[in-house]
Every structure is written in structure tokens, then in C-alpha cells.
């Protein structure tokens, strides 16, 4: 078996795989940057808190060497070939992938977001299906990787709509850590709303687990590595026991086509180039796709050839399209006292408040049978980089700027609630590969043609108001209800679907070879031992983080290649 990635989906099939005693290499883009992994004793990291690293593309690929491009629909039609070229929602290119600085965030999807097309029908303009599993069917999975990674929350608070929607058989393996200050004031106001907010599901350790600590709530965690590795991820959770297993790591190798037999019907294996820029192949019996979303569509299309002209698997037209992000609306407080905002394991409250749907009135007026949301990320702040840059965009210079840093100190004052708005499926929303632009390699890169659909805009225009409200409770200062008319003047709330790092779609699944990509556990229907393991195959976006959901269907399907 050959694996080209090694974050959520890659490394949770290498590990299934490998312990069940198949012969398991993975190819990984990028570098390695966790000694120890493999090894006897436990994975060090190199992120830790350092603010700078993320400005220097320390874990991301380099725009520069390795751009995307982007345009609107409306630039398509036009005949616009680009109108960016840069980072379009760049995710780490180093083995363990996102998770080496994610959140750790592990919210499971509805079974309204598996069945959306039948239970809540069609919306105008979008390309709403089913997907051809139910939430039954991946609940098992859902609990093994949970019980891998260990997972924090408090099932006895979660809403009775929460459970009904994404059932539990089991408590959490940890209680929650300490809540953050600024969680406790947002998640109080949002009671005294009426809400029901709960301890937000983390793979962050609250006691000993697995080997490593308990989180020390040094508050440094979207974005930076964990000093202690009590943070669950792809690499720590799933990749570390792969390789000790037996599984084969080797990073710094750009996958570049998936080789088929005479007939192109089956895959062979796969060419790369290697570290040394030397470039060779490797043979396999089934070749697993879980370099992204965007990353497998565009790997999809380089392969194709005399049986897949349009790209590999490409016979419905499918691939690339549907290409779905979050999108994200916040609402900000200014307390006056200290917030202590980055105090904690990011976000330790969320809400499913605004998932949805919603009819009436907010989607008449935007001319759609119902509108969604998603969970809300209830507290988190500003960093110091991010500060100083706020205020030099205001145009601070010199002592006025060291001045603003020391006195008005905003990030020891602001929090906020983040909302993970569902992004809907559209065709015209894809990923293609830019017939100019090619990276250092001289491979073509990704094109990104996406417009948020109506449905986006008017559930941000909904919802942004209720987060808004809720920080204007915690925090009444004329400062929010400053910063509340600034957003509702100049955004309408919402930052917009390139403010995350979810990127789904491109290649879904389905049961029907016209109008999907691949089957239930991922296969592609023309070459059925090519298995898709990442995001490309999602349905749709729900309103929930997605590393937890690509995790159990790269188990799912892992499980499904070994039998």
C-alpha cells in the first residue's frame, strides 16, 4: 500500500493498515519536523509558541515556490485567468499535516449534514445530495478515533439537541480542562440569552493519557505546535505507532502521478520526486489519495492520460468541483478588565445554537427555503504579532506604535465567538489546474474558482448580529458596541470563507459513477483500487470542524481495504 499524505486521513489509514500487518508506505510533500516520531519514546516538536514561524511559511508550502491561484465565478465566465496568485488557503505541508497546529477541535457531524438533500430538500443554485452513508453507519468510527487521539468534554452538558443529532454511546475519555476567563464571561452571557452552550470536544489531554501530560493551558494553541504534547493529532495519535508498526515514512517526496495498467482500469503505484530531486516510482496494490482536498484534485488531474483524458477518475466531470470551505462570522467584546484570552486550550466553549436550520423570515428575504450555521468557537483573542499589526494597518508608526502596544494592550482586553458556517456545494466552485502558473517543480498548480453562494451571505447576515449580541452582554463597553457597528458597516460580521484552513469537496462520494467521483468508502469508480482518505470526498461542509470526520472515514475505508 502506498499513502501520498500524512495528515488526518493518511496517517489514521497508515496506522490501521500497518497494525494489521499490511506493508504500508507513505510519501509525504514536506519536511519532518518531529524528532522522535517512530521512535521508542515519545515525539518532540519544533513549532512550540513562537509567533514569527507562521510569517515565514515555517510549516506552510512557500506562495512564492508553490502558489495557488485564485478567481471569482464571475471572473471565470469572463474569461479571467486568475486575479491572485499566492496563499489560497494553504494548509501545513509537513508530515502530521494540519494537526501539528490545529485546535484540536473534534465537533462530529449532524445526521442532518449526511442527509441534507432528503431531509431539508433542495437550495436554488447548489448542488445539495446525500451522502451515501448515514451518521450510524460512521458512529463507530467516530468512537475509535476519538478513544485513539483522547478526547475532553462533558457529555452530561451537551444539549439534548446535540445528542439526538450526533448520538454518544460513550462519555468522554477526559473531563474538561480549566475554562478559559473570557469562555466563562461569553458562555454566561450566552445562557442569560437563552443558549446552551457546553464544553467544546478537544483531543487535548486534561490528565495523563496515551503516554503524555495533561495540557498546562499555556494558551498558546491554534496555529503553534504543543511544548508538552499533550494535544492529540494525525502524527502523535496515528502515525508515531504506524511506523513502529512496521509502516514506511519517507517526507520531502512530491507525488506527481498515479501510474496505471494497460487499460486504465488499475492503478500500479505512483511516480514522485524524491528529496534528492532524483525522480522515481513505486509500485502498489492499492494507492491512497490524502493530500487535501485541493492537493488530491490537483494530483487527480496530473495523472491523467490515454484512459482518463480529463483526469484520473474524472469520467462524471466531477472532480474539482464542489469545492467547500467554512464560512466564518465573529463577534468581538473589548472587556474592560483583563480578558485573559489565551489563557486556556484555545476556545474551551462552543454552542449549536445556530446550526440550523432556519426558515422563515432571514430566508425568505435571500429567496431560500432555509438557512444554516454551524458551532461556535465561544472565547479566544489576539496575539501580540497580530496586535502590532492591527494597529500598524492603522497607520501607527514608530513610538505611536511601541506606545499603543504598551498602554492600550488589546489583546489582554478582546475575545470573541467564531461561527463555522456551512459553505454549500456548488460545480461552478472548483479546483482545476492553471494553464500558466506551474510551481518550482514545473508542475501546474491548483486553480481556485470559488464565489460564496447567497446561502452564505444571508446566514452570515443572520447570525453575525446574535454573536454580536452576546458579546455586547459579556463585555458592555462602548468599545464592542464600537467595534459592533464597525462590523455590522463595513463586513456584516463575517470574515469571509478564506479566514479557515477547512477545505472539502472536489471529489465526493456517491453511489451513482455520473454524478460523484467515489464510492461509500472512498474509491474511485473507475479505478477502484485508488482509495480517497481526506476531505476531498465530503458531500457537503456541515457547520463542524472536519479533521474528527475525515478521520473516521479514512478509518472506514482502511478497515473496508484490509478485510
Not at 140 to 165: H, I, K, N, W
Request: one cysteine or more.
Amino acid at each position: 500500500m502506498v499513502i501520498v499524505g500524512s495528515g488526518a486521513g493518511g496517517s489514521v489509514a497508515a496506522w490501521e493498515l500497518a497494525r494489521t500487518g499490511h506493508p504500508v508506505l507513505v510519501l509525504e510533500k514536506g519536511r519532518n519536523l518531529l524528532p522522535g516520531l517512530g521512535g521508542r519514546g515519545q515525539v518532540r516538536t519544533l513549532f512550540s509558541n513562537d509567533e514569527v514561524k507562521a510569517g515565514r511559511f515555517f510549516e506552510d508550502q512557500d506562495p512564492i515556490l508553490e502558489p495557488r491561484t485564485l478567481r471569482t465565478v464571475a471572473e471565470a465566465r469572463r474569461g479571467v485567468g486568475r486575479s491572485f496568485v499566492g496563499d489560497v488557503n494553504d494548509l501545513p505541508t509537513v508530515v502530521g499535516g494540519g494537526t501539528i497546529h490545529w485546535d484540536a477541535k473534534v465537533p462530529r457531524f449532524w445526521r442532518q449534514d449526511f442527509k441534507g438533500r432528503s431531509l431539508l430538500g433542495p437550495i436554488p443554485d447548489a448542488n445539495v445530495a446525500d451522502w451515501p452513508l448515514e451518521y450510524d453507519e460512521l458512529e463507530p468510527f467516530y468512537d475509535e478515533v476519538e478513544d485513539r487521539l483522547g478526547v475532553q468534554g462533558d457529555r452530561s452538558r451537551m444539549p439534548a439537541t446535540t445528542l439526538a443529532q450526533a448520538p454518544r454511546r460513550h462519555d468522554f475519555a477526559m473531563a474538561p480542562n480549566p475554562p478559559m476567563y473570557a469562555g466563562l464571561r461569553l458562555s454566561a452571557a450566552a445562557e442569560q440569552l437563552g443558549y446552551h452552550p457546553y464544553p467544546y470536544p478537544m483531543a487535548v489531554n486534561s490528565r495523563s493519557l496515551h503516554g503524555r501530560p495533561a495540557c498546562s493551558s499555556c494558551g498558546f494553541c491554534t496555529g503553534f505546535g504543543c511544548p508538552v504534547n499533550a494535544r492529540g493529532g494525525a502524527a502523535v495519535s496515528f502515525l508515531h505507532d504506524a511506523i513502529r508498526a512496521g509502516a514506511e515514512l519517507r517526507p520531502r517526496c512530491f507525488v506527481h502521478r498515479v501510474d496505471l495498467a494497460p487499460g486504465g482500469r488499475r492503478a500500479t503505484g505512483v511516480s514522485y520526486i524524491d528529496e534528492s530531486g532524483a525522480h522515481r516510482s513505486v509500485r502498489a496494490d492499492v494507492v491512497i489519495l490524502a493530500a487535501s482536498a485541493i492537493e488530491t484534485a490537483r494530483l487527480l488531474m496530473l495523472s491523467a492520460g490515454p484512459h482518463h483524458q480529463e483526469g484520473l477518475g474524472n469520467g462524471s466531470g466531477m472532480v474539482g468541483r464542489n469545492l467547500m470551505f467554512h464560512y466564518f462570522s465573529v463577534g468581538a467584546g473589548v472587556f474592560s478588565e483583563r480578558a485573559h484570552s489565551w489563557r486556556g486550550p484555545a476556545t474551551t466553549f462552543t454552542l449549536d445554537d445556530f446550526v440550523g436550520p432556519v426558515s422563515g423570515a432571514p430566508a425568505r428575504s435571500a429567496g431560500l427555503p432555509y438557512l444554516k450555521g454551524g458551532c461556535c468557537e465561544v472565547g479566544g483573542g489576539t496575539l501580540l504579532l497580530e496586535e502590532a499589526s492591527l494597529y500598524a494597518g492603522a497607520g501607527l508608526r514608530g513610538a505611536a506604535l511601541t506606545g499603543a502596544l504598551r498602554g492600550l494592550a488589546l489583546r489582554d482586553h478582546i475575545t470573541g465567538i467564531q461561527l463555522n458556517a456551512e459553505d454549500m456545494p456548488q460545480s461552478s466552485n472548483r479546483v482545476d489546474l492553471d494553464p500558466r502558473i506551474r510551481d518550482f517543480r514545473g508542475f501546474p498548480v491548483p486553480r481556485i474558482t470559488h464565489t460564496p453562494h447567497r446561502f452564505e451571505l444571508a446566514a452570515a447576515s443572520h447570525f453575525a448580529p446574535l454573536l454580536q449580541e452576546i458579546c455586547a452582554v459579556a463585555a458592555p463597553t462602548s468599545e464592542t458596541q464600537l467595534i459592533g457597528a464597525q462590523m455590522a458597516g463595513s463586513t456584516g460580521g463575517h470574515a469571509g470563507p478564506y479566514a479557515t484552513a477547512h477545505i472539502m469537496g472536489t471529489a465526493r462520494m456517491g453511489d451513482d459513477a455520473r454524478t460523484s467521483v467515489s464510492d461509500r468508502f472512498g474509491r474511485l469508480h473507475e479505478v477502484p483500487n485508488v482509495v480517497l482518505a481526506d476531505a476531498s470526498v465530503f458531500v457537503s461542509s456541515g457547520g463542524f470542524n472536519p479533521t474528527l470526520t475525515i478521520m473516521a472515514l479514512a478509518l472506514r475505508a482502511a478497515r473496508e481495504i484490509g478485510r
